[in-house]
């Protein structure tokens, strides 16, 4: 089974549809992980990162991370799908967007400064997490 196969299972598994590879595409921006545009037969999209599957835990952490910004209604981030290991890599898929104009700074900057609003006195996170491939220990601290 390729990896890709082992993808579309994970995304199949998780959204409880049944997805099917049409096109993959390699799209840019990252430095650690190799990225993608995943197309089904159906039309839908999802982004997808491979890196070894000792790295798994960064994108267990990720996702996790993703989740709790969104929880907060405050800065649009994309939505975890699923997460796995298959032949020697691990993957995180989130949802897919479409990016176009680079949007308005000032909108930006009144959602982050919601955001750290939401979590109170102090900083911090539930978890440790990674800046890359570096682990970031998150212990709060006031």
Known sequence: MSV??????????????????????SVGGGSINDAYRLEGID???YFV????????QMFVA??????????TNTVFVPSPVTNGKAGGQ????????????????????????ALHRCIGNGFGFDQDNFIGSTPQPNGWKA
Not at 49 to 56: I, V
Not at 62 to 71: F, M, N, R, Y
Not at 90 to 113: R, Y
């Open 4 to 25: 890709w196969d082992s993808v579309a299972s994970a995304i199949s598994d998780a959204t409880q549809c049944p997805f099917t590879v049409n096109r993959t595409s």
């Open 43 to 45: 039309g839908r999209c």
């Open 90 to 113: 691990s993957f995180l898929v989130l949802e897919h967007l479409e990016i176009g104009s680079h949007g308005s700074a000032t909108l930006l900057g009144k959602q982050l400064a």
């Open 49 to 56: 990162k491979l890196n070894d599957s000792r790295h798994h």
């Open 62 to 71: 990720e996702a996790e991370g993703l989740a709790a910004i969104a929880a």
